[in-house]
């Protein structure tokens, strides 16, 4: 049984676009006319007009800290045989730190002679990983090279090219290349790490009366509750916690986080295989979310991915935010309403003890179908370097996978909470079963998170949840 994964709704794309000022209220009107929208609806699409705000990352041009070409070049050796090569690799969608990428391009060509260019993918990895098997499925050559998630190297495995004698120095982490390699190559050099975080509003805190961001979850919603509602005076469109509740890949992210914590392990369990998502606690940690929509969080939640919860975040009109590190810089950039007023942690727990990041991150990919293999695998090293990654961390925050990396004291400068949560970053998130449903990861998250998305929009949460673990277990009976 296979099933394909359909775009996210128009409703979605229409009130993203308007959080991020990509459209007037005249076209946010005319578009929502044309779907039907109830008068509710259109007043919550206009709001979030106002609630957005994109930080620029800092007040001097990104890149300022790649290295020159001949510093590069004397660390990495790069082939210059590739002069005059173009080739294209598929990175993220464009957003305030694109610069710093499209610096990085510009270093490798201006050493290499090469002609890198920067595709741009899909906002939603569910999208970016339904185009790239596209490609692939019709061996199209016209993406060389690309980032691919962590979850994805037994999806991709097939159309890989082996990049273990592209691997630059270092000392990788050691789960991710595992994580990376099938029983004949290694799919993708691990780029960047990722854990989900907690934000917190340090300033609010104090101004309410608490010592610290919160531990546990029931804490958390009694702080954003007493602080939306001192807040509300002035800023009515203040909210409490802002997270991923679209139907995506990010909120698979979310919900194993929510699930673990309350105690309730893993989707399926790493040893044994078996589907072990059916639990109390599991139904508890939903209900518990489910909760959330429309008090402490706003009701358009389930239709957030990362860069809206951050849109609010950055503008100032949340007290919490679940997201990845790579907002750390983007919050403390020149000019950002919260810049030091905030500050980075653990997730809380549910069951009084367990905290849940789960373990995200992007590695280098090159593929089978591209004429230009030499080249992209080369390009891959240089993206993955320990100098790029120190940049990468330094400026945009992305997590290094390179152990040492943790310990200089430049990254250490720019990300002080890397010291704090070296523990999570190096081994300690929750990983995704990728690895357990291998080519048929996709369908087991696309149930998970699509069941967890119904819930949260009102679904019952025990009968959702004994639905999605029966049809993930009859997922990997295919297996
Ligand atoms: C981040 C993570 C990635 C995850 C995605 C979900 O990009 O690095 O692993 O799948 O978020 O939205």
Known sequence: MRRNYLNPNPVNNLYRDA??????????????????????????????????????????????????????????????????????YMGGADSPTTAFDDAIFTRFNEITGANATRVQGAQSTTDRLQFLLQTFA???????????????????ASHAVDLSDSVPEGDFFEAIMQNNTTSDKLVGIPMFTDAGLLYSRTDLLEEYGFDGPPETWDE?????QAIMEGEAADTPQ?????????????????????????GGGQIIDPET?????????????????????????????????????????????????????YAYSLGQSEGSVIQDK??????????????????????AFVSQYSQNQDAAKEFCRFMCSAPVQKARAIEVALLPTIGSLYQDPDVLAAQPYYEL????????????????AADLYNEVSITY????????TGADAASTTESMAAEIEDIMSDL
Request: net charge negative; glycine share 12%.
């Open 220 to 224: 958390l919603e009694e702080m954003a």
């Open 449 to 456: 998170f699509t069941g967890v998305n119904q819930i949260l």
């Open 138 to 156: 019709a061996q199209a050559g016209d993406i060389d090279a690309a980032d691919i998630d962590v979850i994805w190297p037994g999806i991709l």
């Open 238 to 262: 203040f909210t409490g916690f802002v997270w991923q509740g679209n139907a995506y890949e990010g909120l698979t992210c979310d919900a194993l986080e929510w699930q673990y914590s309350h």
């Open 273 to 325: 295989l078996e589907v072990t998502l059916n639990s109390e606690q599991a139904i508890a940690a939903f209900e518990r979310a489910k909760g959330w929509v429309g008090t402490i969080s706003p009701q358009a939640v389930t239709g957030y991915m990362e860069e809206d919860a951050r849109a609010v975040w950055q503008g100032g009109n949340s007290a919490f935010m679940r997201n990845w590190p």
């Open 421 to 436: 949560l070296f523990d999570v970053f190096a081994g300690g998130a929750v990983p995704r079963p990728s690895t357990q």
């Open 342 to 363: 905030f500050t980075v942690g653990q997730l809380p727990t549910g069951d009084g003890e367990t905290h849940a990041a789960t373990l995200g991150g992007w590695q």
């Open 19 to 88: 959080l991020h000022g990509r459209l007037t209220r005249r076209q946010i009107m005319k578009r929502g006319t044309a779907l039907g929208l109830s008068s509710a609806l259109m007043g919550t699409i206009l709001r979030a007009e106002s609630l957005g705000a994109q930080g620029t990352p800092e007040g001097r041009e990104l890149g300022w800290s790649i290295p020159s070409a001949e510093e590069l070049q004397d660390e990495l050796q790069l082939s210059t045989d590739f002069a005059g090569v173009t080739f294209n």
